[in-house]
């Protein structure tokens, strides 16, 4: 099973700066890699798959990159609507796997 | 427009069997590369992917609950059926469903329901 690791755990930042959040795959899940972010009492919600893609109505401020085991979510400028929690997937290899979250936070 | 919505009982007793309906609209689970997926989310904890059914009736779960694991489909309906047995306390948590697409977001999540929580308790 592909464990993923998520770092740091939690992220304190200031509205304006640049938030960067780590993923690692214990083994290469090549660009089969997502991004989700999580608000309180809220279903996730798909930022970046296929490890640099954004999806559907994300704004140009969130980033990914990275293939094969790590990858990097870049917040370019926070936006108070950005502090939440930050989920990595991988869906190269079965089962599926999330790592543990990283928490963004003022 | 793309909507899932679980529903099922909020409350399971021990050692019972949990059913949890997943209701979408806006695509259809016989499109090719089409799949539903269930995650969970304990209270403060990390998502856990659980399963998946895709468009050709393959079937994916996790090692963790195989065995108490089963995922079905009706098509017709546009409905997607979990079924858990043997229920214990740790498997509390919020039960999402979502959908994956190869052709639109090459096999993430990329729709969600709102979930719906269970709690499993005497």
């Known amino acids: 099973e592909v464990v993923m690791t998520q770092s740091p755990a939690t992220l304190a930042v200031s509205p304006g700066e640049r938030a960067t959040l780590s993923c690692r795959a214990s083994q290469s899940v090549s660009s089969n890699l997502a991004w989700y972010q999580q608000k309180p009492g809220q279903a996730p919600r798909l930022l970046i798959y296929?490890?640099?893609t954004r999806a559907t109505g994300i704004p140009a401020r969130f980033s990914g990159s990275g293939s094969g085991k790590e990858f990097t979510l870049t917040i370019s400028s926070l936006q108070s609507e950005d502090f939440a929690v930050y989920y990595c997937?991988?869906?190269?290899?079965?089962?599926?796997?999330f790592g543990q979250g990283t928490k963004v936070e003022i | 427009q793309i909507t899932l919505k679980e529903s099922g009982p909020t409350l399971v007793k021990p050692t019972q069997t949990l059913t949890l309906t997943c209701t979408f609209s806006?695509?259809?689970?016989?499109?090719?590369?089409?799949?539903v997926g269930w995650i969970r989310q304990p209270p403060g904890k990390a998502l856990e992917w659980l399963g998946i059914?895709?468009?050709?009736?393959?079937?994916r779960y996790s090692p963790s609950v195989k065995s108490r694991l089963t995922i079905t489909k009706d098509t017709s309906k546009n409905q997607v059926v979990l079924i858990m047995t043997d229920m214990d306390p740790v498997d509390t948590a919020t039960y999402y469903c979502?959908?994956?697409?190869?052709?639109?977001?090459?096999?993430?999540?990329?729709?969600w329901g709102q979930g719906s929580p269970v709690t499993v308790s005497s």
């Open positions: 979502t959908r994956s697409s190869y052709y639109d977001s090459s096999g993430s999540f990329d729709y």
């Open positions: 296929g490890a640099s």
């Open positions: 059914i895709y468009w050709d009736d393959n079937k």
């Open positions: 997937q991988q869906y190269n290899n079965w089962p599926r796997a």
């Open positions: 806006g695509f259809s689970l016989s499109t090719s590369g089409v799949g």
